[in-house]
């Protein structure tokens, strides 16, 4: 009998590619984080999405625009025509004029006065929860019921504020109907509204400054004033550099306050805003070329004055 035959030895099977592996691992890790992530991902797009329809896309609009004109119902280039309309016309440097005087007694008001309250709320040690949220409570009104309470109180006849003069002998005013008191009367009511949030940034700045600084300052014989001077102000400074920016910005592009009280201009157009120019260029005379014009006009001037601000900020602080 024959001996059985070996059966043929088997080849080894081939070596793993190390390229391969890791790459199978990327792709792994990869879709793992992806399936994490998917909702934080689907929120961002949406943002973003909604963030260029709403901003980037007026932006790039307002652009070409400021250089078109429509006529005979065909839109055209215009060129440089639209900024020297604009250029041109009387009501461009009133509106200047009155926005600059809205932002100058808007800062003397509502920059000091939210921090002043601030510093006088952070006092005091019992019922403070209570007295920030009727600080913060204007704030959570609706603007329009806020510009029509004032519109209430400014009211020649029965206001609240002519009652008050009245009542310790004083005579009424005129409040938006008299060029001198029109835009005193709105930088009032938008202080009013608006002082509740910079009120609790502030509050929350001044909470966080060690206490044995004032400590130190009150051993050396400093009073109040002086406490404020040397340790509350510049222990707050990047708070205030950045509300000091951010309000210049906002009562530059004032609107609802001078539109619902005054009607816009008001006397003489003592109210009228670049703001409120704008929304006459293209609601009123139908011309919005010459409004996208000035409005990008304001953008280029808020641009350069934000970029030169942060730069001389930086500076004095280094």
């Not at 800062?107 to 005091?124: K, R, S, T």
């Not at 009150?218 to 509300?243: C, F, N, Y």
Request: proline letters at 6%; aromatic letters at 14%.
């Amino acid at each position: 009998m024959s001996a059985p035959t070996l059966s043929k030895r088997q080849a080894p099977p081939p070596a793993p590619d190390p390229g391969a592996s890791r790459s199978r691992r990327r792709r792994a890790v990869f879709r793992q984080a992806l399936k994490h992530n998917l909702t934080a991902h689907g929120f961002l797009i949406g943002a973003v999405l909604c963030f260029s329809f709403f901003s980037w896309y007026p932006m790039i609009r307002e652009f070409f625009l400021a250089f078109q004109k429509r006529e005979d119902g065909r839109t055209g280039w215009a060129g440089w025509s639209n900024f020297t309309y604009i250029f041109n016309d009387p009501a461009f440097w009133q509106a200047w004029r009155n926005t600059l005087l809205f932002t100058g007694l808007a800062l003397l008001l509502g920059f000091v006065v939210p921090f002043v309250v601030a510093l006088v709320l952070n006092e005091f040690r019992h019922g403070r929860g209570y007295l920030r949220l009727l600080v913060y409570l204007p704030v959570m009104l609706p603007p329009v019921a806020s510009v029509l309470l004032f519109k209430y109180f400014y009211d020649p006849g029965y206001g609240l504020f002519n009652r008050m003069l009245g009542a310790v002998g004083l005579p009424d005013q005129q409040w938006l109907q008299s060029t001198d008191t029109a835009m005193l009367s709105v930088v009032i009511a938008a202080t009013w509204m608006n002082m509740g949030g910079a009120t609790l940034i502030y509050l929350a700045a001044l909470q966080g400054i060690p206490g044995e600084l004032y400590e130190a300052a009150e051993l050396d014989g400093a009073g109040i004033l002086r406490k404020i001077w040397h340790v509350t102000i510049p222990q707050t400074r990047l708070v205030l550099s950045l509300m000091l920016l951010m309000q210049i910005i906002a009562t530059m592009q004032v609107f609802v306050e001078p539109f619902l009280l005054t009607g816009g201009a008001g006397p003489e157009g003592a109210t009228l805003t670049v703001v409120q120019l704008i929304y006459q260029y293209a609601f009123t005379f139908n011309n919005y070329g010459s409004a996208a014009a000035l409005g990008l006009v304001l953008l280029v001037l808020l641009a350069a004055f934000s970029a030169a601000y942060v730069r001389l900020s930086r500076a004095s602080e280094e």
